[in-house]
């Protein structure tokens, strides 16, 4: 075994230091791809920053182009506070109109009789109907409480009911329809007495009988409807006709009729008039083969108003229903419209209007509140509407509130709002203005700055990159040089400053005709060089409030009337965005991607050379070790050979 030597001990060197010193410059490599891994990691940092400023700008710019960016809209208020409240569209007329809040609508509000908190309901079945709703409830027995929660549960969309406890010993229940207006008033049918013992209604009474009448046509009378589309019936051969059906019986006297409706044809068949109940429905009865959907409609008239409904009916035991009440409630019917587009003819036995009698059977025991319609006037013309909110159907682009009655008229007031325009565009501007800082700043480049490898002076080829680099690198942007940083900078200063088509007169072709410009006449040229954008706010609320449509415009134009935006800032600002953000493909993801696995190839490296320094550190010892060792020997024998040589002079 060599014998132990101790470093440096023979030689009278510091072999321990030498080893560190070869071995923390053969580490080199590795402090050069960490810091090339801190630069990659801040680089991701700043991609991400910019595809978020991107993805920012691209969500502003589609509020922008969208078609129903509200550029300017039109609110509605009220000359006394609180009276109205309401929207109103683009197509609203700007302006004043007289309104007079006569009533409002109110909800049926019942009550019922005091009875015993705990009495015990029977199991059984009861049915709720408001308007054309209605809510059967199988009721498994229990008391006032499981009842109500029951009512809530099941037929919370029509009614709420709750229990009110008066004393100790007595309790009273409550109902309310959900819904205002008189065709919402509350009915009930209650066969098992289940309501009446717990004292909401009296005595369920027998079912009323349905009114049917069969309707007779005039055929002399009958038109065309729709003959671009049902072609024959223009032919006088095939015109409507009726025929006589083969007796039930032998002995029967009287023959039944049938109207024969010729393939391809379709009319209106004038009737006597008749007024359309609640629930009512239209029922034709037909002969022999008929097709699965079958157009049928009516005609209907109040008050000088003609109207026309025509809905496609499927056949359910040989016969077609339309519910007319529907749509028609309260009006007179006065034509039925008969269509074929089969191939063949359509045998009609019958045609019914059918009135069922009225639902609710139970008469409520007290009426807190009556069910009303509201009540106003516009223009001294009073109109009547089953709710007090949301009130479209009056005055066009127009949906009012009404909250509370008026002594007298009052001003509702159409003005134009450009509130939502002004803080579209302004969020629009600051998203352009952040992405243009950000990546300005991230490609700047410092002229002074010197980026070399090498130090001065230094003509040996260094293994790491020298830290002359690095803060030179600070001094200039991260990005420097980043050509599709440079192109996306370059495509939004011309985008901005471009001339857009106009379609219409008095159109905008520029930004800086709606007051957005990278700076006013006479700014530094520096500044309008940093492309910027600047609002002249005092110009902008002046277009956005006479001119909408054309500020519409020019952020995205419909340039050929295919409901499709091709031209406009907006339009072409999303397009040079594109390729940044696209997920599997962008230029953003491709970036990073690639610095994510130069990190993960350096860490890999690094990790390869520290396997590689242990056992280079182990073998530089050994050598060392060598070294003494000979050294040591060699003085040993020099010792022996000096001590003989002295002997034998002796």
């Known amino acids: ?147 109500t929660n029951q009512i809530r549960n099941l037929a919370g969309s029509i009614a709420q009911a709750t229990v009110i406890k008066v004393d100790k010993d007595s309790s009273i229940v409550t109902v309310t329809a959900v819904k205002t207006g008189k065709s919402n008033e509350l009915q009930f049918s209650d066969p098992n007495g289940i309501l009446k013992l717990a004292g909401i209604v009296g005595e369920n009474q027998p079912t009323g009988e349905e009114v049917v009448t069969t309707l007779n046509f005039n055929l002399e009378t009958a038109s065309p409807w729709e003959e671009t589309r049902f072609k024959n019936t223009k032919d006088p051969n095939f015109k409507i006709s009726k025929i006589e059906l083969p007796a039930a019986a032998p002995t029967e006297a009287a023959k039944e009729t049938a109207l024969v409706v010729k393939p391809d044809t379709a009319f209106f068949l004038e009737t006597e008039p008749k007024e359309i109940q609640a629930r009512s429905y239209l029922e034709w009865e037909v002969i022999g083969e008929v097709p699965s959907s079958w157009e049928l409609g009516i005609v209907f008239e109040k008050e000088g108003n003609t109207r026309t409904r025509v809905l496609p009916v499927t056949a359910k035991d040989g016969k077609y229903i339309l519910a007319i009440s529907d749509f028609a409630e309260g009006k007179n019917l006065s034509k039925v419209i008969l269509s074929n587009a089969s191939a063949a003819d359509i045998q009609i036995k019958s045609v019914k209007l059918v009135s069922p009698p009225k639902p609710g059977t139970a008469e409520p025991l007290k009426v807190l509140q009556e069910a009303k319609d509201a009540k106003f006037k516009i223009d ?51 998203a352009y203005n952040q992405l243009m800082k950000f990546s300005k700043e991230v490609t700047t480049v410092d002229k002074d700055g010197k980026i070399s490898d090498k130090k001065a002076g230094d003509d040996s080829k260094e293994l790491d990159i020298s830290k002359e680099f690095w803060d030179n690198k600070v001094k200039s942007g991260i990005l420097t040089g980043e050509n599709s940083v440079l192109r996306l900078i370059a495509g939004m200063k011309t985008i901005a400053n471009s001339y857009y088509p106009a379609t219409k007169d008095g159109g905008f072709r520029v930004l800086t005709d709606i007051g957005i410009s990278t700076g006013a006449i006479g700014s530094n040229w520096e500044k309008i060089q940093e492309g910027l954008l600047i609002i002249e706010e005092q110009r902008l609320v002046q277009v956005l409030s006479e001119n909408p449509d054309a500020v519409r415009e020019l952020f995205a134009s419909d340039t050929n009337n295919d409901a499709k935006m091709e031209d406009g800032v907006g339009v072409r600002l999303l397009e040079n965005l594109k390729p940044y953000n696209q997920y599997a493909s962008g230029i953003i993801s491709s970036k990073v991607k690639l610095l994510e696995e130069n990190v993960s190839g350096n860490n890999k490296k690094i990790k390869e050379h520290e396997s590689h320094l242990i056992s280079y550190e182990a073998k530089l010892k050994q050598r060392f070790l060598y070294m003494e060792q000979g050294v040591g020997k060699n003085k040993s024998v020099g010792n022996y050979l000096q001590n003989n040589l002295f002997r034998n002079q002796e």
């Open 1 to 147: 075994m060599p014998a132990y030597t101790m470093p440096g001990l023979m030689t009278g060197q510091n072999t321990n230091e030498i080893v560190k010193k070869l071995v923390e410059l053969e580490r080199r490599p590795i402090k050069r791809w960490e810091t090339e891994n801190e630069y990659s990691k801040a680089q991701i940092q700043v991609w991400n920053e910019v595809k978020n400023l991107t993805m920012n700008l691209q969500t502003k710019t589609r509020a922008l182009v969208s078609f129903t960016a509200p550029f300017a809209t039109k609110s509605v208020s009220s000359s006394v506070e609180g009276a109205i409240t309401g929207e109103a569209s683009r197509a609203a007329k700007s302006g004043e109109r007289p309104l007079e809040i006569l009533e409002l609508a109110a909800k049926h509000q019942l009550s019922g009789v005091e009875v015993d908190s705990d009495i015990k309901l029977p199991e059984g079945s009861f049915t709720i109907y408001s308007g054309k709703a209605k809510e059967t409830i199988q009721f498994g027995g229990g008391n006032l409480s499981e009842l």
């Open 380 to 430: 001294g013309v009073e109109i009547t509407r089953e709710s007090n909110e949301a009130i479209a159907d009056v005055l066009e682009g127009i949906s009012f509130n009404i909250h509370k009655v008026t002594t007298e008229p009052v001003t509702l007031k159409i003005n134009v709002d450009n509130q939502k325009g002004m803080t579209l565009i302004k969020e629009w501007v600051e």
